[in-house]
């Protein structure tokens, strides 16, 4: 009967040793998947950085179009009117031949 308690003792042992060195490698595993989780989250917040900067830059590009084609049909409209008074200014100046 001391034999079959002994043999308990030493497998309940065994056991609790195991139980030790499962629990130490699931806390190491738990420290290594914790670090890479925290190490993602990082990556995102950049990524999270790094696109809000992009949407600020491509909505500065588009006002910048927007203000260069108001600047290319104000630019039109100068030269029509330019060519409009040359035009005017012939006219008045063929008048004026004719009258002298």
Request: charged share 35%.
């Amino acid at each position: 009967e001391l034999k079959m308690f002994e043999s308990q003792v030493k497998l309940l042992t065994d056991v609790n040793i195991q139980l030790e060195d499962s629990k130490h490698d699931t806390e190491a595993k738990l420290k290594e998947l914790s670090f890479d989780f925290n190490e993602k989250v990082a990556q995102i917040e950049l990524l999270k950085h790094s696109s809000e900067e992009t949407a600020t830059k491509n909505q500065r590009l588009s006002t910048t179009v927007v203000e260069l084609e108001d600047k290319l049909h104000d630019r039109d409209t100068i030269i029509v009117n330019l060519e409009n008074n040359q035009s005017n200014n012939q006219m008045k100046q063929e008048e004026i031949k004719i009258r002298e």
